[in-house]
């Protein structure tokens, strides 16, 4: 191992009971089972922007390219997500972050570029699961009281405090354990209750439309944003960080957890994008609980569940930022110590703060989701991984084999300009349309 390697591993390191070294960190590691990392993993994609999905990805593609899509988007991901978590123990050194690996293999810059990258693709994230528990909040208010005197921003600012709170009180990732049980009843309460009642609308309907609305310029513009939408969908960005807190054999044990999310995991988001579009047509919500009929305390359960399994969801996100910050500054010991708890209230109260500003400012969840899969996902996800991937096992890659990744990272690169233009493009038109701090 090189000078270079040896510092964007970690600047101390805790040799592992085999042969891997283990970068410090202020977090736990190897502690969690396959199936508590399988359920992190199925969280981040089961989170309330599956309700977003039969208006952001559906209307824009159709049936026919909405349904093929998503099955290629989820394979896709599938395979780019296997070949980082096969570079985890790359080296002789188990690579926790994202950058870590990155530095290890190309050196200084790639590691300061994956950071930033990966901090603009969680920073938007956490920005769009602040909006979406806004949204949730006010369905559930105007179902009771539609007065007009609690705006969007009002109960995003609500959001932002609520995850600030949870964010303090959850030291490290690996805490989240019996929370991981509560996301799931919450995601099943929504999810169910979206499928349902929109099930219910469609068998009542009259005929509606599944004509992609626009112009032709236009829905070229839309549908490389739903593209984008897609792969944002089952990417996290993360997973080093996420891998790093599975049990020994970490490889194996993270392919279970990947397995998982793209079989079992994925069956939830594809049920209620698929009967939300169907039922609904070309006039779905963004927000899909906003289209839905049926008893007031039936959908108010369904936005407060949503709300509720944003916050934990948005932990998740931000625990690479938390992590770093903790690790910096030598935050140890007892998460109830004074000294600790002072520190969680100032940084991650301060780094929320920021984060519920500029939710409150542009509220335009389906650009966001478009931004972010075409600055950060696409790169992080797929260009890297696959170039990675090539890089590290060159020497035991065939020539058929170098030229599919390198085919891979061409692709994908060129989708990912696309994909930014058509992102910059729709927050152009709906800045137009919409002032900031908009009451969407």
């Given at each position: 191992m090189d000078a270079t390697s040896e510092v964007y591993s970690g600047s101390k390191k805790l040799h592992d009971e085999e042969t891997a070294e283990i970068p410090e960190?202020?977090?736990?590691?190897?502690?969690?089972?396959?199936?508590?990392?399988?359920?992190?993993?199925?969280?981040g994609i089961n989170s309330a922007y599956v309700l977003g999905y039969s208006g952001n990805v559906m209307i824009p593609l159709g049936w026919i390219g909405g349904v093929i899509g998503l099955i290629l988007a989820t394979a896709i991901s599938l395979y780019a997500n296997a070949l980082i978590a096969k570079l985890h123990e790359y080296g002789g050194v188990r690579h926790i972050r994202y950058r870590d690996l990155a530095g290890f293999i190309y050196g200084k810059k790639a590691y300061s570029l994956t950071w930033g990258l990966q901090y603009v693709n969680l920073f938007m994230i956490n920005t769009g699961f602040i909006i979406l528990a806004g949204q949730a909040l006010k369905a559930a208010y105007v179902l009771f009281k539609d007065d007009h005197v609690?705006?969007?921003?009002?109960?995003?600012?609500?959001?932002?405090?609520?995850?600030?709170?949870?964010?303090?009180?959850?030291?490290?990732?690996?805490?989240l354990r019996i929370w991981l049980g509560f996301s799931t009843v919450f995601s099943l309460i929504y999810i169910v209750i979206a499928f349902v009642l929109s099930l219910q609308d469609g068998l009542q309907a009259p005929?509606?439309?599944?004509?992609?609305?626009?112009?032709?310029?236009?829905?070229?513009?839309?549908?490389?944003?739903?593209?984008?939408?897609?792969v944002f969908a089952f990417n996290t960005g993360m997973l080093p960080e996420i891998q790093a807190t599975v049990r020994k054999p970490v490889v194996e044990n993270m392919m279970k957890a990947l397995y998982f999310q793209?079989?079992?995991?994925?069956?939830?988001?594809?049920?209620?994008?698929?009967?939300?579009?169907?039922?609904?047509?070309?006039?779905?919500?963004?927000?899909?609980?906003?289209n839905v009929s049926g008893p007031i305390w039936v959908k108010a359960m369904a936005n407060i569940a949503a709300f509720l399994q944003t916050v934990i969801a948005l932990h998740i996100f931000a625990s690479p930022m938390y992590e770093y910050l903790d690790t910096k500054f030598g935050i140890k010991?007892?998460?109830l110590k004074i000294q600790n708890l002072t520190f969680r209230i100032t940084v991650r109260g301060g780094y929320l703060a920021i984060n519920t500003l500029v939710s409150a400012l542009l509220?335009?969840?389906?650009?966001?989701?478009?931004?972010?899969?075409?600055i950060s996902t696409f790169?992080?996800?797929?260009?890297?991984?696959?170039?990675?991937?090539?890089?590290?096992?060159?020497?035991?890659?065939?020539?058929?084999?170098?030229?599919?990744?390198?085919?891979?990272?061409?692709?994908?690169?060129?989708?990912?300009?696309?994909a930014l233009v058509s992102a910059l493009r729709l927050i152009a038109v709906d800045s137009k349309t919409y002032h900031v701090f908009a009451d969407l």
């Open positions: 960190t202020a977090h736990q590691i190897s502690t969690d089972s396959w199936f508590q990392v399988g359920f992190v993993l199925t969280t609690m705006k969007l921003p009002h109960f995003i600012a609500i959001s932002g405090f609520v995850c600030a709170i949870f964010a303090i009180g959850i030291p490290h990732l690996s805490a005929a509606r439309s599944y004509d992609i609305p626009g112009t032709k310029i236009s829905r070229i513009f839309t549908t490389i944003g739903a593209a984008a939408s897609l793209f079989t079992a995991g994925v069956l939830p988001l594809y049920a209620v994008c698929f009967v939300g579009y169907w039922a609904y047509g070309n006039k779905t919500s963004s927000y899909l609980l906003n010991g007892s998460p509220p335009f969840l389906g650009d966001f989701m478009s931004l972010t899969g075409a790169p992080l996800t797929f260009i890297l991984a696959n170039h990675m991937y090539l890089v590290a096992k060159k020497d035991k890659l065939t020539s058929a084999q170098k030229l599919w990744h390198w085919l891979n990272v061409g692709f994908f690169a060129l989708l990912a300009v696309a």
